[in-house]
């Protein structure tokens, strides 16, 4: 069993950054593909961003490429996402979940484990 906690969620103005973060309980993390995904209010949830257990492939969906980056420090336990030059569309909840294996999925129908979820609202 893995639990996952997110944070770093808030308000941010058009064109600002945040960082969020999502720490993992449980043994050997590096075991475990994370992923990063969001729901709008009134759409389906989407992928944001992937990465394997080694940290080594990364997988980014095309409306954040460039702006966002994925990471995890498996010494930590922790997966990030680095989200800069911020939309109002970027405005959603947003989740981290893992996978019980290391290599990565871009769907989360593949994911096993899912945190709470943190509010990013992106204001004009």
């Known amino acids: 069993q893995v639990h996952l906690v997110e944070s770093g969620g808030g308000l941010v103005q058009a064109g600002g950054s945040l960082r969020l973060s999502c720490a993992a309980s449980?043994?050997?993390?590096?075991?475990?593909?994370m992923g990063w995904f969001r729901q709008a209010p009134g759409k389906e949830r989407e992928t944001v961003a992937a990465?394997?257990?080694?940290?080594?492939?990364?997988y980014y969906a095309d409306s954040v490429k460039g702006r966002f980056t994925i990471s995890r420090d498996n010494a930590k336990n922790t997966v990030y996402l680095q989200m800069n030059s911020l939309k109002r569309e970027d405005t959603a909840v947003y989740y981290c979940?893992?996978?019980?294996?290391?290599?990565?999925?871009?769907?989360?129908?593949?994911?096993?484990?899912w945190g709470q979820g943190t509010q990013v609202t992106v204001s004009s």
């Open positions: 979940a893992a996978r019980q294996r290391p290599n990565l999925r871009g769907s989360g129908l593949w994911y096993d484990y």
């Open positions: 990465i394997s257990g080694s940290g080594d492939s990364t």
């Open positions: 449980g043994r050997t993390f590096s075991n475990y593909a």
